[in-house]
T-cell receptor
Framework: KAGVTQTPRYLIKTRGQQVTLSCSPI?????VSWYQQTPGQGLQFLFE???????NKGNFPGRFSGRQFSNSRSEMNVSTLELGDSALYLC???????????FGSGTQLSVL | ELKVEQNPLFLSMQEGKNYTIYCNYS?????LYWYRQDPGKSLESLFV?????AVKQEGRLMASLDTKARLSTLHITAAVHDLSATYFC????????????FGQGTILTVHP
């Protein structure tokens, strides 16, 4: 059974650009969550989607957005990138969000 | 606001020794998770604890949950080098589904 797949694995952008990250959950999983990991702030929740609806949102500015498609695949978008957005972005999936979360390998974003 | 605190944040152990990592959280929760992260890698699920008094063991690791004290412990028995990693506890509150609040992480180093 394939795990959670995140693409791309690495990304380098410059300030002011925008970026889109992709996450394909485990087959049959309908909940997808996104987390940001930085050395200074640790792991922080961004948002969670279930059946194409955002169910929870963390304390991030509106530059961070996401969506989920009918096949449960999810994307997150960050607009007007800032240096502080450099981080490892992790996607996690679960059947309904109420069970163990399985994490992908992450996308390492560097903003120059 | 749910807060999760781990201690210690850094743990240097000799092989063969025992030690415990503590995870305190601030509000009632019905789910607590332990994850392991190796450098440059994603999060690997270790344990899911769902009820007061829950105890789970896998190899040299044992996790327990005391919901009344809002405390979980991860006990390491006879440490070996392969256990060197960062360990996170994470707590989900109420109907927050895929939203987890993580502790700061405990960096464990096991040396001969």
């Amino acid at each position: 059974k394939a795990g959670v797949t995140q693409t791309p694995r690495y990304l380098i952008k410059t300030r002011g650009q925008q970026v889109t990250l992709s996450c394909s959950p485990i087959s049959g999983h309908r909940s997808v969550s996104w987390y940001q990991q930085t050395p200074g702030q640790g792991l922080q929740f961004l948002f969670e989607y279930f059946s194409e609806t955002q169910r929870n949102k963390g304390n991030f500015p509106g530059r961070f957005s996401g969506r989920q498609f009918s096949n449960s695949r999810s994307e997150m978008n960050v607009s007007t990138l800032e240096l502080g957005d450099s981080a490892l972005y992790l996607c996690a999936s679960s059947i309904s969000g109420h069970e163990k979360l399985f994490f992908g390998s992450g996308t390492q974003l560097s903003v120059l | 606001e749910l807060k999760v605190e781990q201690n210690p944040l850094f743990l240097s152990m000799q092989e063969g020794k025992n030690y415990t990592i503590y995870c305190n959280y601030s509000t009632t929760s019905d789910r607590l998770y332990w994850y392991r992260q190796d450098p440059g890698k994603s999060l690997e699920s270790l344990f899911v604890l769902l009820s007061n008094g829950a105890v789970k063991q896998e190899g040299r690791l044992m996790a327990s949950l005391d919901t009344k004290a809002r405390l979980s412990t991860l006990h390491i028995t006879a440490a070996v080098h392969d256990l060197s990693a960062t360990y996170f506890c994470a707590v989900a509150g109420g109907t927050s589904y895929g939203k987890l609040t993580f502790g700061q992480g405990t960096i464990l180093t096991v040396h001969p």
